[in-house]
């Protein structure tokens, strides 16, 4: 039979302190009660790893009857030991909060209210503004007369959310439009 780690911990764990705590003539009644009482009690663990950033800290997702319920850390997770910071704590509010965005907004320039627009009209927009800013300011030769081929007026930033495939796909995007303001939401 295939044990794992947080089944032996919870099995042996339990075993443990029953059989000590009985054997003392503790009565465990209150404390099955109070575990009767928690929101995640029968609903299904899913571990999983925080979407936020490469630090890859492990989270616990409770389901029950096919909704998400809860999220906490994992005590098992060889790297963050149940630990979790707050933005991994939160993320509960990605799946539950009703000030989520779930549709594509723009602000024009001067603005002062926004729209809703469609993916396609967004994307479309976001290639024409990187056309325009990289045809305006590429710089082909640095003042020492050397081909740089960089292009000065765009920046980007992130995403602590990307995997190392879509890391390099990304990368390799920017570096062939020859950027160079290169940065990491997670630094900043
Ligand atoms: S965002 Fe926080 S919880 Fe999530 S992986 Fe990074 S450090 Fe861990």
Redesign the pocket.
């Known amino acids: 039979m295939k044990i794992s780690r947080r089944n032996f911990i919870k099995a042996s764990g339990v075993a443990a302190a029953g059989l000590g705590l009985s054997q003392l003539g503790f009565d465990l009644s209150p404390i099955e009660s109070y575990a009767a009482g928690l929101k995640i009690k029968g609903a299904k663990e899913i571990t999983h790893i ?1 979407c ?2 490469s ?3 492990g989270q616990i997702a409770h389901v029950s009857k096919g909704k998400l319920i809860n999220f906490e850390g994992d005590p098992d997770h060889p790297i ?1 030991e149940g630990a ?2 707050a ?3 939160a993320a509960y509010q990605i799946h539950d909060n009703p000030n989520r965005l779930k549709k594509v907004r723009y602000r024009a320039p001067y603005g002062t209210s926004w729209k809703e627009v469609s993916w396609e009209w967004a994307l479309e927009k976001i290639a024409r503004n990187i056309k325009k800013s990289r045809d305006s300011s590429f710089v082909e030769k640095n003042d020492k007369g050397q081909v740089v081929n960089r292009t000065n007026g765009i920046a980007s930033v992130g995403s602590a959310a990307l995997d190392n495939e879509e890391c390099f796909l990304y990368q390799t995007f920017l570096r062939g439009l020859g950027l160079v303001w290169i940065e990491h939401q997670a630094r900043i």
């Open positions: 925080c936020y950033c630090v890859s800290c963050s979790l910071c933005k991994g704590a």
